[in-house]
């Protein structure tokens, strides 16, 4: 049996939750597969409605402490506490679990996972796919340092002791291999994957020579509602930019959303509208996009590659990213050659590069979108790196 341990599944809109369910039902091709969740939350404010009711491997959801909102000490209780279910399971079940798939929350969730894994001679790959405890310092003000030194060799303890690492990017890849001191051979790289079919179904492009509607040009961010997004400096760039016939449009859920409508209510007469983005309608949302917009708090691109990013590419759409330059979301827009990047928190910098994006010809902004989908379909194909994971996850299952 393969056992996966996955923190956010369907119906959970979020993409690492699509890969985990993709996986299992790839994997049920040739193997039993068995499924650990927590109860679904996120994102904060989402409507769950389980739509695939005939899964054909068997899911357990564990009543483990959840905590949808971004708080800190509740965030350290729901990782321990999923952990805690999941090691539990492990150890009950060790004589039939061949391999284990760990997608789970950082860092005490896969500490007890990983140790519960070793116990019992289990092997483990482990999908990293944020990087702590750094990730955690941006939201803390006091005593990073010691914060640092005290969690650090607990993520090093799982990194150390996983049979293989999956990571996102070749970013990630390398600050993992250099500062938990472990061999390259043993950390791969597989890009976080959409549904390319959907996304690139549903989208028209407008023809060449096309008349396009500048009437309410529309900017869009679509995706978590949350502090790393930095959403707030999309509202910002909007108001400075005053593009005439326009709108920006924030599509998604998350626990920054009251903040962030309160704050677009500040500035009168510009239109910003907030959509829902149920994860059937997110093709078709973005098809009405004519700009897509990207943003990442200082610091959070340095090894994250937002899946939203795929997602972006594939619709076809020209994409400003607020990002650091020498991160490999910036990498990826600039050598595809789909979009514009520009330092993160920087409205004065979004907003000129809006003007630019705004004033461009139809056939400019289709080469820009060509350009984007034709580079995920090569890079962020769900069939590639689905069929990458299943092979090392199938490289490391243990024989009965």
Not at 195 to 215: F, H, I, M, R, W
Not at 217 to 244: C, H, K, N, P, W
Not at 353 to 381: D, P, R, V, W
């Amino acid at each position: 049996m393969i056992l996966i341990v996955s923190a956010v599944f369907p119906p959970e809109p979020v993409v690492s939750a699509n890969i985990s369910s993709d996986l299992a039902l790839e994997l049920l091709k040739k193997w039993r597969v068995k499924v650990i969740t927590p109860t679904p939350t996120r994102p904060m404010g989402y409507s769950f409605k389980d739509s695939n009711e005939n899964k054909k491997f068997e899911q357990i959801v564990v009543k483990s402490y959840t905590c949808p909102e971004s708080k800190l000490p509740g965030r350290i209780r729901e990782s321990y506490s999923f952990g805690k279910h999941s090691a539990r399971f492990i150890k009950a079940n060790k004589i039939n679990i061949q391999c284990i798939y760990v997608n789970a929350w950082p860092l005490l969730a896969q500490y007890l996972i990983v140790k519960a894994a070793k116990k019992s001679s289990i092997p483990v790959v482990l999908h990293v796919q944020d990087i702590y405890p750094e990730s955690l310092l941006g939201k803390l003000r006091f005593f990073k340092k010691n914060v640092f030194r005290l969690l650090l060799p607990i993520d090093k303890y799982v990194i150390r002791n996983a049979t293989r690492v999956v990571t996102i990017s070749p970013a990630m890849k390398l600050y993992l291999c250099k500062t938990r001191a472990i061999d390259d051979q043993k950390v791969d790289i597989v890009y976080n994957w959409q549904n390319e079919k959907a996304l690139s179904n549903v989208t028209q492009l407008l023809k060449p020579g096309q008349k396009k509607d500048y009437s309410n040009f529309t900017f869009m961010y679509l995706g978590s509602l949350s502090r790393t997004a930095a959403i707030q400096v999309l509202i910002s760039a909007f108001a400075i930019s005053e593009i005439a016939d326009s709108r920006l449009v924030i599509a998604g859920n998350g626990s920054e959303k009251d903040y962030l409508a309160a704050l677009a209510n500040e500035y009168k007469g510009l239109n910003i509208e907030f959509w829902d983005a149920p994860m059937a309608m997110v093709p078709e949302i973005q098809e009405k996009a004519d700009v897509l917009l990207l943003s990442l708090a200082k610091g959070a691109a340095r090894f994250a590659l937002p899946s939203k990013l795929a997602a972006y590419m594939l619709s076809q759409k020209p994409i400003i990213a607020c990002v650091e330059e020498l991160s490999d979301t910036a990498n990826v827009i600039l050598k595809s050659k789909c979009g514009w990047v520009v330092p993160p928190e920087d409205p004065v910098a979004l907003a000129k590069a809006m003007n630019n994006a705004k004033i461009l010809s139809c056939e400019e902004l289709i080469a820009y979108g060509k350009n984007g989908h034709s580079y995920a379909h090569t890079i962020f194909s769900q069939k590639n790196n689905l069929n990458r994971l299943v092979n090392i996850i199938e490289e490391t299952i243990l024989p009965l």
